[in-house]
């Protein structure tokens, strides 16, 4: 069986994205850092570091469910 070589875009900034839209739903949630940090069971400095860093802090997709989940918010929109 021959196999061609799909190619695809890979957004380089992805992590960038995925930060500045935790963080833009968390303040349309009316939630500080602090109140998301407890609900979704992280560390505060956590949070604070992935919305600040902007891509230069990464989470698991466990970890993105959970905020997803407090945030009563799609997981996908965090790829926006």
Do not use: H, W
């Not at 994205?17 to 935790?22: L, M, P």
């Amino acid at each position: 069986m021959v196999r061609f070589k799909r190619e695809f875009t890979f957004d380089p900034e992805i992590k960038k994205v995925i930060s500045e839209n935790v963080r833009k739903y968390r303040k349309l949630n009316g939630l500080t850092q602090e109140q998301l940090a407890l609900d979704a069971l992280l560390s505060y400095d956590f949070v604070r570091r992935l919305e600040f860093k902007k891509g230069e802090v990464g989470c698991s997709a466990a970890t993105l469910y959970r905020i997803a989940v407090v945030l009563n918010t799609r997981i996908d929109k965090f790829f926006e």
